[in-house]
């Protein structure tokens, strides 16, 4: 068997196991190995051994996050679980890449070129089956050319025998073994199935195969990680722009360096205490994080302009850099200021999703930072320090997928807010492995309820059961190959609590008898 046929086996038994494992199934154990061996059968046909550094983090990164599934299954897991996978994919298509942009970017392009391409493949095995044997090759050629035929007879047929009940008699009998098939495949196999493992078979087809085209479309250049001298410097030209550099990165020192007296004075020692309402520290995250943003943009792309050249190499800009460097210092003041303000409001009113993301592009500006630093101080290209920012931006996210943030924030939020402060509806809207949680704690989140009372939106014991006792059956529904720790635990925790499902009559708001959820 040479490579092409066994590569479409390989395609064919992966469809079948990524029908087995994700077909009414969530994620879980599976997903690490499926893309396990995914990944262990397009090293071995591109004879891989893993022997740069972006293959090796890239799969550390990859099994890491898999294992981050397993434990946690957070969305977050999966969703950079998957990026890992498909940039080490990438990378194991092309080892002559070292960005993860490219890495992606090949990706990309072999999965939009696999949408034609094993058309084309299937011609080339036809073609190499008549050459070899006639017969053979003669049969599938028959069978090719009455194909189409034989699906368009069978879908009128379908549809005349539905529209008019004579027409419908007369062929009931002599087809009715087909109009059988058809309901039976209907009935096992729906639509949605169907379209399920064309999916699976694109996605493998797209990672198993690394398609010549491709490689044609993206040409891979060897580009120098640093500015080059220019050889001849022109003066003028450039000390005008030094002087217009300058004197604008020196006003904007000027204005940032009043933002940020402002800010020690009153975040850094505490004397902005009467800042305490949700609306003003909310108002100083927001507007501080929106203000960071723009400033650390503004920095990147007016710094980059000036540095993109001459100015590296200009006798005596010694001052221009000086300035640079002040800039960028300013606005890691300002990321502590930033910092300072989020911390204030997840003291006063708790943990929640918006300002984790807060401490999250906290952490890709400082990141930002320091790469325009080492640009300035190295004269990188801005094509070199892409590369660091996709990197760090990566690496801050599988960072980030080693945190059950869901449990976190019903944890503490339990534990630090007082019932009167503790928002319970945001708490019911988190994942369903922060159910034991929220039973444990059910007085104090019921006492909220009752103090707030907003909206009609009343937290009771009947309404978590009722969500418990949902979310039980439903796990009772999933195959081993959707086993993961934090639902296992969670289902683990509710077998030894009789959880009691009120039974209503019809009609009747006030429930009668009891079961229990197992």
């Known amino acids: 068997m040479n490579q092409l046929s066994f590569r479409l086996l390989s395609v064919v038994i992966l469809t079948t196991v990524f029908n087995y494992f994700f077909w009414l199934e969530k994620f879980g154990i599976n997903l690490l190995l499926f893309n396990t061996s995914l990944i262990a059968l397009l090293a071995f046909y591109n004879k891989i051994k893993f022997d740069t550094i972006p293959l090796r983090v890239t799969l550390a990164m990859a099994l890491l996050t898999g294992a981050m599934v397993i434990v946690y299954n957070s969305v977050l897991s999966i969703l950079v679980h998957l990026l890992c996978f498909l940039v080490l994919a990438g990378f194991i298509h092309r080892r002559e890449l070292t960005s993860v942009g490219g890495a992606l970017w090949q990706y990309g392009l072999n999965l939009l070129i696999t949408t034609f391409e094993p058309l084309l493949l299937l011609a080339e095995t036809k073609n190499q089956l008549n050459n070899k044997n006639q017969l053979l090759g003669k049969s599938v050629s028959i069978a090719q050319l009455l194909l189409i035929p034989i699906i368009a007879f069978a879908v009128f047929l379908l549809i005349f025998k539905t529209a008019n009940p004579i027409f419908s008699d007369i062929v009931s009998t002599p087809f009715a073994w087909l109009f059988g098939a058809i309901e039976r495949f209907f009935t096992d196999f729906s639509i949605g199935h169907f379209i399920f493992l064309l999916f699976g078979a694109g996605f493998i087809f797209s990672v198993l195969f690394n398609w010549s085209r491709v490689n044609n479309l993206y040409q891979i250049k060897q580009r120098p990680e640093t500015i080059a001298a220019p050889e001849k410097l022109n003066e003028k030209s450039a000390i005008n ?41 909310s108002k100083l995250v927001h507007e501080g994080t929106y203000l960071l943003i723009l400033s650390i943009v503004l920095s990147i792309f007016i710094l980059i302009y000036y540095f993109r050249n001459e100015l590296n190499f200009l ?130 989140i019921e006492e909220s309820s009752r103090i707030h009372n907003q909206f009609n939106k009343q937290f009771d014991t009947d309404r978590l059961n009722n969500r418990i006792s949902y979310y039980l059956k439903k796990q009772k529904g999933y195959n081993w190959v959707s086993w993961d720790l934090s639902n296992s635990n969670a289902v683990n925790y509710f077998k030894d609590k009789k959880i009691e499902i009120p039974i209503k009559r019809p009609g009747s708001n006030t429930p009668e008898t009891t079961e229990s959820a197992y």
């Open 315 to 444: 006798p005596g800009n010694r001052w221009l850099v000086v300035a640079a460097y002040v800039w960028i210092i300013q606005n890691g003041f300002l990321i502590i200021s930033v910092l300072l303000r989020n911390y204030e409001y997840i003291t006063n009113y708790g943990l929640a999703h918006g300002r984790i993301v807060v401490i999250f592009l906290l952490l890709i500006t400082t990141i930002g930072l320091i790469l325009l630093w080492l640009k300035i101080k190295h004269k990188y290209t801005i094509l070199h320090s892409f590369k660091q920012a996709c990197w760090g931006l990566l690496l801050t996210l599988v960072s980030f997928t080693l945190f059950d943030w869901d449990s976190m924030i019903v944890q503490y939020n339990l534990s630090t807010q007082k019932a009167a402060d503790l928002d319970y509806y945001y708490l019911n809207t988190l994942s369903d492995r922060t159910l034991p949680l929220l039973y444990e704690n059910r007085s104090k």
């Open 241 to 281: 722009e030094y002087s217009t550099a300058l004197l604008l990165i020196v006003s904007v020192n000027i204005l940032l360096l009043i933002i940020n007296i402002i800010d020690i004075k009153f975040l850094w020692f505490n004397l902005g205490a009467d800042l305490k309402s949700a609306h003003e520290l």
